[in-house]
């Protein structure tokens, strides 16, 4: 059964980088077709997708949300099958319940297996 | 201002049916992305429910279905039950290169 966890610091300095790196276990990242997801859902409100990363057979391809390009980057290691999100510029809007997730094979599909969700706060 | 709109709250006593609406635009839905659905009961992360506007994955009971026409998509549950008490997303995909969400809606079971 493929499961996923994130982990990463529950509090960040407004204007520093949000780190967070997701687990995969039960399947493996590389050699596979699925996309691997970020999606974020702030206190009370709705979900926000934030970008996936995928392998095209030649390399890593990334495709985020138009709103927060300029601060997102995406990796993967597949050493230790994991992925990650960066965030940089952080303000207390980013303040949200981060979930990774795994997406069928197209920009346009689901997500059907997702981590359980970790809590970051943005805050001085 | 989410790009695929939901109504906030819907209602619905034990035995009914109630539908949940997703309404996008020439840009996402009408331009013939997919729509799945997802269930979030609370403190929990989202469960896939419909898949591909109306493919419910194994184990979702078939009093879920989903529809999708035109611009909109729909979320129909009938037989409802207390267990269904939940928030409900849509989810498409937008020319504007992203993934998209609806705004949610709570269903309260009276």
């Known amino acids: 059964q493929l499961q996923l966890r994130e982990s990463g610091p529950g509090l960040v300095k407004p204007s520093e980088t949000l780190s967070l790196t997701c687990t995969v276990s039960?399947?493996?990242?590389?050699?596979?077709?699925?996309?691997w997801g970020w999606i974020r859902q702030p206190p009370g409100k709705g979900l926000e997708w934030i970008g996936s990363?995928?392998?095209?057979?030649?390399?890593?391809?990334?495709y985020y949300n138009p709103s927060l390009k300029s601060r997102i980057t995406i990796s993967v290691d597949t050493s230790k099958n994991q992925f990650s999100l960066h965030l940089k510029s952080v303000t207390a809007a980013d303040t949200a319940v981060y979930f990774c997730?795994?997406?069928?094979?197209?920009?346009?599909?689901?997500?059907?297996?997702w981590g359980q969700g970790t809590l970051v706060t943005v805050s001085s | 201002q989410s790009v695929l709109t939901q109504p906030p709250s819907v209602s619905g006593a034990p035995g009914q049916r109630v539908t949940i609406s997703c309404t996008g635009s020439?840009?996402?839905?009408?331009?013939?992305?997919?729509v799945h659905w997802y269930q979030q009961l609370p403190g929990t992360a989202p469960k896939l429910l419909i898949s591909?506007?109306?493919n419910r994955p194994s184990g979702v009971p078939d009093r879920f279905s989903g529809s999708k026409s035109g611009t909109s998509a729909s979320l129909a549950i009938s037989g409802l039950q207390a267990e269904d008490e939940a928030d409900y997303y849509c989810?498409?995909?937008?020319?504007?290169?992203?993934?998209?969400f609806g705004g949610g809606t709570k269903l309260t079971v009276l």
């Open positions: 997730a795994r997406q069928n094979p197209c920009t346009s599909c689901y997500f059907n297996y």
């Open positions: 990363i995928y392998h095209s057979g030649i390399t890593y391809i990334t």
């Open positions: 591909d506007n109306s």
């Open positions: 039960g399947g493996t990242i590389s050699g596979s077709n699925y996309f």
């Open positions: 989810q498409s995909y937008d020319s504007s290169l992203s993934g998209v």
């Open positions: 020439s840009s996402n839905i009408g331009a013939g992305y997919d």
